[in-house]
């Protein structure tokens, strides 16, 4: 930049900088001193005179003609002087035998570089073949002298550029005169064939064939064609089924914003966070018609409208854009009388580029005033706190409504004639995370928490809060969900989900916060370590470290790289983020070397030493993978499955099989190097956060001897960093020490988990488990063992029985019939027990009674941490109310007290809550299921034991409470249905089977 500077003002001409992904998001480390630049200032002659460039504003008449003039011939020389002046394009490598030359520029230079290094071609080799490389760092104008003294000799010059022909056009026409000129190359070959790619920008794969075909016309190079096999290798992964894509941030006000419209409904988004939204299912967000430059959102609308059978269109669009430009597009919108809604995020920062203010917008009041000004036929303003304008009243006719009704307000606003607008008042959720890191916004006390014994993992809450911190669990009864503390942005929208299992608790003085109370685990020193025996490079080390965007990837590898400045190395670095907001793909790549070396930031094919997987599904992503080699790579994993944003709102994606994750990294590593590590789970343990996890692996990484730095180092660049430094160090010492003394950090481990001791049957449980004849310690042992004391605390020992008599029914006939397997035995055992377990009042009583659920309260918040149960009443229910009421717990639980022993009126005619309708299908399900059961019994065999087994598995769909229950049984009837008529009657298999019914 220095040079550019100097240029500019050595010749009056603007200078531009080609910024590209590689430039824009790398890093490096530099020699710097305010000498470290001279730039050679020139002076040329034009006419005849001293040139000297005298800015003027008159463009226009006669002037224009002696600007033109100046910049062609004094300015543009000018600036070709300053390049030859300071050296600005290099012949880097050259002999006087050379045949072929390579040009080049930017970034494509250095890795064109790499390209080399990779394929084992070092200077001295470019020698002895002949080849001549050219560095041009001034592109344009580009300076002939210094490309025909580069060509002369040569039969061959290639051009590499991304793209169009820029620099190859210029070359050529350069050298059209001379009578010895060489063949220029680029974006065509010898026969007029593409050879450069033209659509895209090149990498270092497309560089190795093209280098490595034409190098080869020069000279036998086995060695070449070897490392070129390498680094172009076809990849046979299969796709995997799930990847990872960029999502709001837990808490983000878009989680609303962009939601709540009808399916089918087109959509246009534009600049800002929003953009996100072509990432989510169009359900969810609408259809998203496509992207609108700042300043024109609505305007592809304005032309399409008349030639489009649809009447009404829907925009996002964010403050800081209104604020730009958005203004004259609403305007435009205005004039041309379209039916329009605009939905305006009023978030008080450009969140997308660093939650700057949002610079012209005094306030929602004066916005609102300013848009019924401009025309506007109607806006309602959303948020989640009305209060706030009880001070700021907005003007008349604007609607305030709470953000709880924000699809109401979509409908109502969509069947208003003209241009309305729909302000969403919610400040940026990470920027209120960073305000109260820094002590400017007071930390809320109030903390969201599932009992997971009442939760039925039906996804509402994640579907009603669009949040990542919504975590689907697997636990012993299915799908559980989970609140996940660290990410938690305290925003609230979770308990909008219909389900009973919602608790609010308030920390106390002694309280655990948003990451839990922390262990009082014991100081490890350095010293109590021993240091690793090196098994990667120590002079030239490549490291990709994958992860979520978030989560700190991008501050590992910088502290990475602090620790090789600390130590004297050089440094290149790249960070991938894109549009990684919280739950998206980071990719961070790390060259690190003795000395300087012109080398390109971005990790090639097999180029990786170190693979630090701080996410499983990113790591085990292709794209990703590709920088591993099994003969070099050591890999590093964590094996936490995190769940991705898809996950969170629809119950039917599931993560990917972890085996299958950890095998395609591992088959891309050094046999018996790869390292799995649970670093999540290990230092929520330790620490009471998982937000330390990935410097936890870093130091199994050290340990393992895949880092070619000093623990010192990385220990000072953490201290560096001033962020929990204490806990990072602990934490990066206990990732050492999970490999150089696991045992001891185990027993450290057990002694930190709570201790619970598994209840022993009692002799009834015993008894109606024992009717069900599994082998022992098989999973249907486990399963039945697990079941019957659960439903005898739920009914009655009669309702246990039951449920073990049904199973073994099932377990006989499976046994007899399908060659001794059990899976559809298991399957019932699991289904049955979930449709005998609904939950209705007396059992939500029961759960929420439970010890259990205190005890997690304790543990997470703190002994003087008071809770409240989100319950909904049926009553309420019935008259329209749809808010939750916040039940004290000492209320609760005397309330609980009096209803979970009436249990013993469920089903009964006595029954209060039997007549509802949920509790009606509830019973019929259950009659249904059993019947099903009978059937299975009757007809399962070896032919149709694959569907007999989706069926006995169906029942998993029906999940959630009221509403939601009942559409998944919708969902589950049609499945019985299709899946019944594939049922069948296996009576060549059949046999009559005793069904015991009394005691075994």
Same mark, same amino acid.
């Given at each position: 930049?220095?040079?550019?500077?100097?240029?500019?003002?050595?010749?009056?001409?603007?200078?531009?900088?080609?910024?590209?992904?590689?430039?824009?998001?790398?890093?490096?480390?530099?020699?710097?001193?305010?000498?470290?630049?001279?730039?050679?200032?020139?002076?040329?002659?034009?006419?005849?005179?001293?040139?000297?460039?005298?800015?003027?504003?008159?463009?226009?008449?006669?002037?224009?003609?002696?600007?033109?003039?100046?910049?062609?011939?004094?300015?543009?020389?000018?600036?070709?002087?300053?390049?030859?002046?300071?050296?600005?394009?290099?012949?880097?490598?050259?002999?006087?035998?050379?045949?072929?030359?390579?040009?080049?520029?930017?970034?494509?230079?250095?890795?064109?570089?790499?390209?080399?290094? $990779? %394929?084992?071609?070092?200077? /001295?080799?470019?020698?002895? #073949? =002949?080849?001549?490389?050219? &560095?041009? +760092?001034?592109?344009? *104008?580009?300076?002939?002298?210094?490309?025909?003294?580069?060509?002369?000799?040569?039969?061959?010059?290639?051009?590499?550029?991304?793209?169009?022909?820029?620099?190859?056009?210029?070359?050529?026409? $350069? %050298?059209?005169?001379?009578? /010895?000129?060489?063949?220029? #190359? =680029?974006?065509?070959?010898? &026969?007029? +064939?593409?050879?450069? *790619?033209?659509?895209?920008?090149?990498?270092?794969?497309?560089?190795?064939?093209?280098?490595?075909?034409?190098?080869?016309?020069?000279?036998?190079?086995?060695?070449?064609?070897?490392?070129?096999?390498?680094?172009?290798?076809?990849?046979?992964?299969?796709?995997?089924?799930?990847?990872?894509?960029?999502?709001?941030?837990?808490?983000? *006000?878009?989680?609303?914003?962009?939601?709540?419209?009808?399916?089918?409904?087109?959509?246009?988004?534009?600049?800002?966070?929003?953009?996100?939204?072509?990432?989510?299912?169009?359900?969810?967000?609408?259809?998203?018609?496509?992207?609108?430059?700042?300043?024109?959102?609505?305007?592809?609308?304005?032309?399409?409208?008349?030639?489009?059978?649809?009447?009404?269109?829907?925009?996002?669009?964010?403050?800081?854009?209104?604020?730009?430009?958005?203004?004259?597009?609403?305007?435009?919108?205005?004039?041309?009388?379209?039916?329009?809604?605009?939905?305006?995020?009023?978030?008080?920062?450009?969140?997308?580029?660093?939650?700057?203010?949002?610079?012209?917008?005094?306030?929602?009041?004066?916005?609102?005033?300013?848009?019924?000004?401009?025309?506007?036929?109607?806006?309602?303003?959303?948020?989640?706190?009305?209060?706030?304008?009880?001070?700021?009243?907005?003007?008349?006719?604007?609607?305030?409504?709470?953000?709880?009704?924000?699809?109401?307000?979509?409908?109502?606003?969509?069947?208003?004639?003209?241009?309305?607008?729909?302000?969403?008042?919610?400040?940026?959720?990470?920027?209120?995370?960073?305000?109260?890191?820094?002590?400017?916004?007071?930390?809320?006390?109030?903390?969201?928490?599932?009992?997971?014994?009442?939760?039925?993992?039906?996804?509402?809450?994640?579907?009603?809060?669009?949040?990542?911190?919504?975590?689907?669990?697997?636990?012993?009864?299915?799908?559980?969900?989970?609140?996940?503390?660290?990410?938690?942005?305290?925003?609230?929208?979770?308990?909008?989900?219909?389900?009973?299992?919602?608790?609010?608790?308030?920390?106390?003085?002694?309280?655990?916060?948003?990451?839990?109370?922390?262990?009082?685990?014991?100081?490890?020193?350095?010293?109590?370590?021993?240091?690793?025996?090196?098994?990667?490079?120590?002079?030239?080390?490549?490291?990709?470290?994958?992860?979520?965007?978030?989560?700190?990837?991008?501050?590992?590898?910088?502290?990475?790289?602090?620790?090789?400045?600390?130590?004297?190395?050089?440094?290149?670095?790249?960070?991938?983020?894109?549009?990684?907001?919280?739950?998206?793909?980071?990719?961070?790549?790390?060259?690190?070397?003795?000395?300087?070396?012109?080398?390109?930031?971005?990790?090639?094919?097999?180029?990786?030493?170190?693979?630090?997987?701080?996410?499983?599904?990113?790591?085990?992503?292709?794209?990703?993978?590709?920088?591993?080699?099994?003969?070099?790579?050591?890999?590093?994993?964590?094996?936490?499955?995190?769940?991705?944003?898809?996950?969170?709102?629809?119950?039917?994606?599931?993560?990917?099989?972890?085996?299958?994750?950890?095998?395609?990294?591992?088959?891309?590593?050094?046999?018996?190097?790869?390292?799995?590590?649970?670093?999540?789970?290990?230092?929520?343990?330790?620490?009471?956060?998982?937000?330390?996890?990935?410097?936890?692996?870093?130091?199994?990484?050290?340990?393992?001897?895949?880092?070619?730095?000093?623990?010192?180092?990385?220990?000072?660049?953490?201290?560096?960093?001033?962020?929990?430094?204490?806990?990072?160090?602990?934490?990066?010492?206990?990732?050492?020490?999970?490999?150089?003394?696991?045992?001891?950090?185990?027993?450290?481990?057990?002694?930190?988990?709570?201790?619970?001791?598994?209840?022993?049957?009692?002799?009834?449980?015993?008894?109606?488990?024992?009717?069900?004849?599994?082998?022992?310690?098989?999973?249907?042992?486990?399963?039945?063992?697990?079941?019957?004391?659960?439903?005898?605390?739920?009914?009655?020992?009669?309702?246990?029985?039951?449920?073990?008599?049904?199973?073994?029914?099932?377990?006989?006939?499976?046994?007899?019939?399908?060659?001794?397997?059990?899976?559809?035995?298991?399957?019932?055992?699991?289904?049955?027990?979930?449709?005998?377990?609904?939950?209705?009042?007396?059992?939500?009583?029961?759960?929420?009674?439970?010890?259990?659920?205190?005890?997690?309260?304790?543990?997470?918040?703190?002994?003087?941490?008071?809770?409240?149960?989100?319950?909904?009443?049926?009553?309420?229910?019935?008259?329209?109310?749809?808010?939750?009421?916040?039940?004290?717990?000492?209320?609760?639980?005397?309330?609980?007290?009096?209803?979970?022993?009436?249990?013993?009126?469920?089903?009964?005619?006595?029954?209060?809550?039997?007549?509802?309708?949920?509790?009606?299908?509830?019973?019929?399900?259950?009659?249904?299921?059993?019947?099903?059961?009978?059937?299975?019994?009757?007809?399962?065999?070896?032919?149709?034991?694959?569907?007999?087994?989706?069926?006995?598995?169906?029942?998993?769909?029906?999940?959630?409470?009221?509403?939601?229950?009942?559409?998944?049984?919708?969902?589950?009837?049609?499945?019985?249905?299709?899946?019944?008529?594939?049922?069948?009657?296996?009576?060549?298999?059949?046999?009559?089977?005793?069904?015991?019914?009394?005691?075994?």
């Amino acid at each position: 930049m220095s040079h550019a500077v100097a240029l500019s003002r050595s010749s009056g001409l603007w200078v531009a900088v080609k910024m590209s992904t590689t430039v824009a998001d790398g890093s490096g480390s530099a020699f710097v001193s305010p000498d470290r630049v001279r730039p050679v200032m020139v002076d040329i002659e034009l006419d005849g005179k001293p040139y000297v460039h005298q800015p003027s504003m008159h463009l226009y008449g006669g002037s224009v003609m002696g600007m033109e003039h100046s910049q062609i011939y004094g300015r543009i020389e000018a600036a070709l002087a300053y390049a030859r002046a300071n050296d600005l394009n290099r012949v880097t490598v050259s002999t006087e035998r050379d045949r072929i030359g390579i040009i080049s520029s930017g970034k494509t230079y250095y890795e064109l570089r790499q390209t080399l290094r $990779e %394929l084992g071609i070092d200077d /001295d080799e470019l020698r002895r #073949l =002949g080849v001549r490389l050219l &560095q041009l +760092r001034m592109p344009y *104008p580009l300076d002939g002298t210094v490309v025909r003294s580069f060509a002369r000799g040569l039969s061959e010059i290639l051009v590499l550029e991304d793209k169009r022909p820029f620099i190859e056009l210029f070359v050529k026409d $350069e %050298l059209y005169a001379l009578a /010895d000129r060489p063949l220029v #190359l =680029g974006k065509l070959d010898e &026969q007029g +064939r593409p050879l450069v *790619p033209l659509h895209a920008e090149l990498d270092t794969a497309s560089i190795a064939r093209l280098v490595a075909e034409r190098l080869g016309r020069l000279d036998d190079l086995p060695d070449m064609q070897r490392r070129l096999e390498r680094v172009t290798r076809p990849t046979t992964r299969p796709a995997l089924p799930l990847a990872r894509s960029p999502y709001f941030c837990s808490g983000c *006000p878009h989680n609303t914003s962009v939601a709540a419209v009808e399916p089918g409904t087109v959509v246009g988004a534009g600049t800002g966070c929003h953009v996100l939204a072509v990432f989510m299912r169009p359900d969810d967000v609408g259809d998203i018609l496509g992207l609108t430059a700042m300043g024109n959102e609505g305007a592809q609308w304005i032309g399409a409208s008349p030639f489009c059978d649809l009447d009404h269109f829907i925009q996002n669009i964010g403050d800081g854009t209104y604020a730009h430009s958005g203004i004259l597009a609403i305007r435009a919108a205005v004039a041309s009388g379209v039916n329009i809604t605009y939905k305006l995020l009023y978030n008080d920062h450009v969140a997308m580029t660093g939650a700057q203010p949002a610079i012209g917008i005094r306030g929602v009041p004066d916005l609102c005033r300013e848009l019924l000004a401009e025309g506007v036929a109607r806006v309602i303003v959303t948020t989640e706190d009305t209060a706030r304008y009880a001070r700021a009243p907005l003007p008349r006719g604007v609607d305030l409504w709470d953000r709880s009704r924000f699809a109401e307000a979509t409908k109502t606003l969509g069947a208003v004639p003209g241009v309305t607008v729909l302000i969403h008042d919610q400040e940026c959720a990470t920027e209120k995370r960073r305000r109260r890191k820094r002590g400017t916004l007071e930390e809320p006390r109030t903390r969201v928490l599932i009992n997971e014994a009442v939760c039925e993992g039906c996804g509402d809450c994640g579907a009603a809060s669009n949040c990542l911190s919504v975590h689907p669990v697997s636990s012993e009864l299915g799908r559980k969900t989970q609140i996940h503390q660290p990410s938690c942005n305290l925003d609230y929208s979770c308990l909008q989900g219909n389900c009973p299992s919602f608790v609010t608790v308030t920390t106390g003085a002694s309280g655990g916060g948003s990451a839990g109370s922390r262990p009082n685990v014991p100081e490890l020193r350095p010293e109590d370590l021993p240091e690793p025996e090196l098994i990667v490079p120590a002079d030239e080390f490549t490291f990709r470290i994958s992860g979520i965007g978030g989560t700190g990837v991008v501050t590992v590898a910088q502290t990475l790289a602090v620790a090789a400045l600390l130590e004297g190395r050089f440094v290149r670095g790249l960070d991938q983020t894109g549009l990684a907001q919280k739950g998206g793909p980071v990719i961070s790549d790390l060259r690190i070397t003795t000395a300087p070396v012109d080398q390109a930031n971005k990790l090639t094919v097999a180029d990786c030493d170190l693979y630090l997987a701080c996410d499983m599904l990113a790591g085990a992503q292709q794209a990703n993978l590709v920088v591993a080699d099994p003969e070099r790579t050591v890999s590093v994993t964590s094996t936490a499955q995190v769940p991705t944003g898809q996950m969170v709102v629809d119950t039917h994606v599931e993560f990917p099989d972890p085996a299958g994750l950890l095998e395609r990294i591992a088959s891309a590593s050094r046999p018996g190097s790869s390292l799995a590590v649970d670093s999540p789970g290990i230092a929520e343990q330790l620490f009471g956060s998982d937000q330390t996890a990935n410097i936890l692996l870093v130091g199994a990484a050290y340990q393992a001897g895949a880092l070619p730095l000093d623990a010192e180092s990385i220990e000072a660049a953490i201290t560096l960093n001033g962020v929990q430094v204490d806990t990072n160090l602990q934490a990066f010492r206990r990732g050492r020490q999970l490999l150089s003394d696991e045992a001891a950090l185990a027993q450290l481990l057990t002694e930190l988990r709570p201790k619970t001791v598994a209840p022993q049957p009692t002799p009834t449980e015993s008894w109606i488990a024992s009717i069900v004849r599994a082998e022992h310690g098989s999973e249907l042992e486990r399963i039945v063992l697990s079941r019957v004391p659960m439903l005898i605390a739920y009914q009655d020992v009669a309702y246990a029985r039951r449920y073990a008599l049904r199973v073994e029914q099932v377990r006989v006939a499976e046994v007899s019939r399908a060659g001794g397997r059990t899976d559809v035995a298991e399957a019932v055992a699991f289904s049955l027990y979930k449709l005998m377990a609904y939950k209705d009042e007396y059992e939500v009583a029961r759960l929420h009674r439970d010890p259990a659920l205190k005890a997690e309260v304790i543990e997470r918040f703190g002994p003087d941490a008071r809770y409240r149960f989100m319950l909904q009443p049926p009553m309420m229910k019935s008259l329209g109310l749809h808010k939750k009421i916040a039940v004290p717990d000492r209320v609760g639980d005397a309330l609980f007290a009096t209803l979970a022993p009436m249990k013993r009126l469920r089903g009964t005619r006595f029954d209060p809550f039997g007549r509802d309708h949920v509790r009606v299908v509830e019973r019929e399900l259950l009659a249904e299921f059993e019947a099903l059961v009978d059937e299975l019994a009757a007809r399962v065999g070896e032919s149709n034991h694959a569907v007999a087994l989706e069926l006995a598995q169906l029942p998993d769909v029906v999940r959630g409470y009221d509403d939601v229950k009942l559409d998944n049984v919708k969902t589950y009837k049609e499945q019985l249905t299709r899946l019944r008529a594939r049922l069948t009657d296996a009576s060549r298999d059949r046999v009559d089977l005793p069904l015991s019914k009394g005691a075994p």
